[in-house]
């Protein structure tokens, strides 16, 4: 991957900026809109273990969610109160094959090894488990806005398209089966301006995808008909010895994806 791709330009672990951020008015009304998708998508998912990658303020998925634990990995350090632990998204310290729904925070974006933190979801997820991926939109004037201030989070992060991202996935071997785009006003911060533009950013507004901001992705992981399956009633099943983290092999490099 070229160094260009890595290197996103914020001096700061930008997941404290991205913090920072949803605390801003444009911020906060970005996130209650994404909180929304969210809080739709996730009772539809079901198993063991929901693991949420990447801490965002008054997001709380324990209380929508249908699997029987529902836990949260920070990326920023020292990690909230509740959360499981602070880890890099390349390297989850969760047991192969164990969770059954995984949702990224805008992880992808800001990570430095995205195609890594790919293989991470693919790892640990059961086969036919679900990843649920959370990006802000490219292809809108938020795309416009990363170009006018590359520099500062989140406009910082890398530009990744829900056509890229669907192009990954499936070179891991992973269905897409949903694709929602939300938050129809402009990246503007100025409270004012929010308040008179409030009307374009209804749930129910018609959704046109180059006029909104952020867009959730879900998709299934594929079922390898090589491989017979554990069954999946099995009791008991951990994410890490004793319920505490532990560290992941290493994997060799496979061909870098898109």
């Known amino acids: 991957m070229a160094s260009n791709d890595r290197e996103i330009g914020v001096t700061r672990a930008p997941w404290c900026q991205l913090l920072e951020w949803f605390g801003s008015p444009l911020g906060e009304r970005f996130l209650a809109r ?9 009772p539809d998912l079901f198993g063991y273990h929901l693991v949420q990658v990447g801490r965002a303020p008054s997001l709380d998925l324990a209380s929508v969610c249908r699997t029987r634990h529902c836990h ?15 880890a890099e998204p390349e390297y989850l310290p969760i047991r192969t094959d164990s969770v059954d729904a995984l949702v990224m925070m805008h992880v992808l974006e800001f990570c430095q090894e995205p195609h890594e933190a790919l293989r991470e979801v693919d790892r640990v997820l059961v086969p036919e488990g679900h990843v649920v991926v959370c990006g802000f939109n490219a292809m809108s004037a938020w795309g416009l806005r990363m170009m006018l201030h590359p520099k500062r989070v989140p ?12 192009d990954w996935l499936a070179l891991l071997g992973f269905d897409t089966v949903r694709i929602d785009f939300f938050f129809h ?3 503007l911060s100025h409270p004012g301006i929010l308040r008179h533009l409030q009307r ?22 594929r079922v390898s008909t090589l491989i017979p399956l554990r069954p999946r009633w099995l009791p008991k ?14 994997r060799p490099h496979g061909n870098e994806l898109g």
């Open 34 to 42: 994404e909180s929304e998708v969210l809080r739709r998508i996730v």
């Open 200 to 221: 374009l950013d209804q749930p129910n507004a018609r959704t046109l995808p180059i006029l909104t901001g952020g867009y959730v992705v879900v998709a299934r992981k």
């Open 72 to 86: 949260v990995i920070d990326l920023a350090s020292p990690p909230a109160a509740g959360s499981l632990c602070t």
């Open 155 to 166: 406009w910082a992060g890398r530009k990744l398209s829900v056509g890229r991202l669907r």
């Open 237 to 250: 099943r951990r994410l890490a010895p004793a319920g505490l983290p532990e560290p992941t092999p290493r």
């Open 185 to 187: 006003a402009p990246p």
